[in-house]
């Protein structure tokens, strides 16, 4: 069946350092791919999403380009702040138009002043 | 303000006694669903309903019900709670339930069941 796969984390990072958290995913067909963000004690909320191959998605400064070949989906950020530690998970969407995402298992992001 | 709300927020339980965790939206979504977030899990569907009176099972649906009486409403019902079910619940609707549409998530319901 799909999946997700994320890095594992936690990843802890200091102020203005560049970020990578990987995803890659195994899918029948061309799925809708998207990046998640849950900040502590938070629901989820949508950081960017892409719906076709080589699409990017950005959003405050976070970007990830929807990689056919690789399947992959890499979240990335050039300068992270304090403000973005918080849990990131990437989903993606099935063409079946079940409206079901399937979800990694998260990543949990750190920085540090 | 456009949102997901969930009720409550935090519960304790007992084994066996019959739960409901209310999910209302006001964004006039045909589309919801539940999910469960569980400790290197990530999240995992529950039930979905594409629309009023229309209801399915996701991945995980034993020993959980719904209903979708009205179209901004969608219950999760636990009817005999056990302890495998303390989780981490999520409610989340969208316009249509495309693969396209973005998902919006209410702000979780923590479940103790002991």
């Known amino acids: 069946g799909d999946s997700v796969t994320q890095m594992e984390g936690p990843v802890t990072l200091s102020e203005e350092a560049f970020l990578t958290i990987n995803c890659t995913y195994t899918?029948?067909?061309?799925?809708?791919l998207f990046w998640y963000v849950q900040y502590p004690g938070e629901g989820l909320q949508l950081l960017l999403k892409a719906t076709k191959a080589d699409d990017k998605g950005s959003n405050k400064g976070f970007e990830a380009t929807y990689r056919k070949e690789t399947t992959s989906f890499h979240l990335e950020k050039g300068s992270v702040q304090v403000s973005d530690s918080a849990v990131y998970f990437c989903?993606?969407?099935?063409?079946?138009?079940?409206?079901?995402?399937?979800f990694g298992q998260g990543t949990t992001l750190q920085v540090k002043p | 303000e456009a949102q997901v709300t969930q009720n409550p927020r935090y519960l304790i339980t007992v084994t066996g006694k019959k739960l409901t965790v209310t999910c209302s939206q006001n964004m006039n979504h045909e589309y919801m669903s539940w999910y469960r977030q569980d400790p290197g899990l990530g999240l995992r569907q529950i039930y979905y309903?594409?629309?009023?009176?229309?209801?399915d099972k996701g991945d995980v649906p034993e020993g959980y019900k719904v209903s979708r009486k009205e179209k901004r409403n969608f219950p999760l019902i636990l009817e005999s709670p056990s302890p495998n079910q303390t989780s981490l619940y999520f409610c989340a609707s969208s316009k249509q339930g495309i693969t396209t549409d973005t998902q919006y998530f209410g702000p979780g319901t923590r479940l103790t069941v002991l």
């Open positions: 899918a029948t067909g061309y799925p809708s």
């Open positions: 309903s594409m629309n009023v009176e229309v209801t």
């Open positions: 989903a993606l969407s099935d063409r079946k138009n079940t409206g079901k995402l399937i």
